[in-house]
């Protein structure tokens, strides 16, 4: 009897917390940011319920994604390609979900199904976010506070203090802790973008004067992290800047010089002046060795001895082992697929990864047309929604997506459908157009 109350409770309180967050896009934005910073400051803190180890931001990540089956029900009526899109892939994720915990158990297929989250969220959640001034405006700036936090943290881990331990765990096990990078690739990827919108806000928006320093405190912190697939997002967004927005790429210039003396000295505090952090660093922009595992790794996922039509075209099941043949051991080993699209590929099949594309790719394609270009409610501007869409692009190249990055594109594709945008930007080109 008493289990079957506090069941009722939980039950209750979800329900509650799940409503109230499909009301509110914001708080669970807030509150996805906030528990993923704790992660990264303080390692996982996950507690063991029923057979499932949950920490704070997987217990977030699944009220928001019942939230955002609620907001994603409240639209499905309506036409629309990304109506349909969306619902295709969530109907070819659902059915190898279902076939994982019919052959692997509930427990397992829930354990991988949780890597997803990031792509759910974004379809299902954020892809319906209110798309007024004021909610962009707002949604930007909590994400400048949050890599302001991870960047803090980063300090604090150079300076000793025991934070970052995330990621400390992670390189204990694989034996690459001599390259001490204070924070994962997915919270450098999140400094990453919060440089491009940076630059974006003090390109195009007034700015208290402070504000002029942040793209130089968060390009020099990306350079000192050495993830190399970051640096490879930012230089193809700075190659694709004279392109996108002119008057970005002439801040840039100023930008990086200065990004580039700060992280020397930062360097030279981190790893003092001996002839071991300039190896690192050479190491970290001239080794292959890790690209060409993971292209072996992706070389056997694709042409699987196991692969059938039906895994070819709509993926294996959920909580299928990913093996690998590993030389040097001479046997096969379960190793993690390493990139976002191979990652989909093992799960959603051809099918589910063409969809996937297409949601992630639109807004690359439209955001800098003279449609968009002007308008209002793409703060700061939309060629930094754009830059930034580029980025989470090539970061999925060799990692998947964390709930922390992805959503941007989901708002990005609110934005583009919005019947205010619509009207906002028929009235910016009628007005061009005006003698």
């Known amino acids: 009897m008493l289990t079957a109350l506090i069941l009722l409770i939980v039950i209750s309180v979800f329900a509650t917390l799940a409503f ?23 390692g996982s803190q996950q507690t063991v319920v029923g057979s499932l180890h949950l920490d704070p931001s997987d217990a977030v990540s699944l009220i928001l994604l019942a939230a955002g089956l609620i907001r994603f029900s409240r639209v499905m009526n309506k036409p629309g390609f990304f109506r349909v899109v969306g619902l295709c892939f969530i109907l070819v994720f659902a059915f190898s979900l279902i076939r994982g915990m019919l052959l692997f158990g509930v427990v397992a297929a829930s354990n991988e199904g949780r890597s997803y989250i990031g792509e759910l969220l974004s379809l299902l959640y954020f892809a319906t976010i209110p798309t007024d001034e004021g909610t962009i405006k707002k949604f930007v700036k909590a994400y400048l506070i949050f890599g302001c936090v991870l960047v803090g943290i980063a300090i604090l881990h150079y300076l000793g203090l025991n934070v970052g331990s995330s990621y400390e765990a992670l390189v204990d096990s694989v034996g690459d802790i001599d390259k001490n990078r204070a924070v994962p690739a997915a919270a450098a990827m999140a400094i990453a973008l919060c440089f491009i919108f940076s630059v974006g806000w003090i390109t195009h928006q007034r700015s208290p004067r402070f ?4 793209p130089v405190v968060f390009g020099g912190m990306v350079v000192l992290l050495q993830h190399r697939t970051i640096w490879v997002a930012l230089l193809i967004c700075a190659l694709s800047t004279p392109f996108v927005d002119r008057a970005m790429a002439g801040r840039l210039i100023p930008i990086g010089i200065l990004a580039g003396i700060l992280a020397f000295f930062m360097a030279i505090w981190v790893y003092g002046t001996n002839s071991s952090a300039t190896e690192q ?28 039509i039906l895994s070819i075209l709509a993926g294996k ?7 690998h043949f590993d030389a040097y051991l001479g046997s096969y080993v379960e190793m993690p697929a390493h990139s976002e699209y191979i990652f989909l590929y093992q799960r959603v099949g051809v099918f589910g990864l063409t969809l996937f594309l297409i949601f992630l790719l639109r807004p690359v394609s439209l955001l800098c047309t003279q449609r968009f ?29 964390n709930a922390n990055a992805i959503p941007f594109i989901g708002v990005a594709t609110a934005l583009l459908l919005s019947p205010e945008h619509s009207s906002n930007n028929v009235a910016v080109i009628r007005s061009e157009q005006s003698p």
């Open 20 to 42: 109230y967050a499909s009301r509110n896009v914001l708080v669970g934005w807030y509150c996805l940011l906030a528990t993923y910073a704790l992660g990264v400051a303080f």
């Open 211 to 214: 504000f002029a320093y942040l």
């Open 281 to 308: 660093f050479e190491d970290s922009s001239t080794n292959l060795g890790t690209w060409g595992y993971r292209v072996d790794t992706w070389d056997g996922v694709l042409f699987d001895d196991d692969a059938t």
């Open 317 to 323: 099941p959920v909580g299928t082992p990913t093996l």
């Open 373 to 401: 270009r002007h308008s209002s409610l793409l703060f700061p501007s939309s060629s930094s929604w754009c830059l930034a869409s580029i980025a989470i692009f090539v970061y999925g190249v060799t990692y998947n997506f």
